[in-house]
Nanobody, 122 residues
Framework: QVNLVESGGGSVQAGGSLRLSCTAP????????MAWYRQAAGKQREWVST???????RYTDSVKGRFTISKDEAKDTVYLQMNSLKPEDTAMYSC????????????????WGQGTQVTVSS
């Protein structure tokens, strides 16, 4: 199974930047799609971005042009570079592996990581 550990969160002022990391040993060899999600206090978890096994990327509209997802397959690590942060980006950010179109079931059996908190002040 692909287990996930997120890091890189913190507190920043609006307009600042953070880079989140998700270390997920095995996601490359299992050809997983990797996604970032976030959950603000009192709200449902929402999808933020995905990088697929074929390197294609997708973003939710609210972060397009500000966030960039990338991966380092040699390190089995996925990144989320977050620029021009806004108070509404405040949330617990988590990564998740999915099987996508060609990945193995090991992608999904690892569940969710513990998340990393991002707080943006105005």
């Amino acid at each position: 199974q692909v287990n996930l550990v997120e890091s890189g969160g913190g507190s920043v002022q609006a307009g600042g930047s953070l880079r989140l990391s998700c270390t997920a040993p095995g996601f490359t060899s299992n050809r997983c799609d990797m996604a970032w999600y976030r959950q603000a206090a009192g709200k449902q978890r929402e999808w933020v971005s995905t990088v697929s096994s074929d390197d294609s990327t997708r973003y939710t509209d609210s972060v397009k042009g500000r966030f960039t997802i990338s991966k380092d397959e040699a390190k089995d690590t996925v990144y989320l570079q977050m620029n021009s942060l806004k108070p509404e980006d405040t949330a617990m950010y988590s990564c998740k592996a999915w099987s996508g179109t060609i990945g193995s079931m090991a992608c999904v059996t690892g569940g969710w990581g513990q998340g990393t908190q991002v707080t943006v002040s105005s």
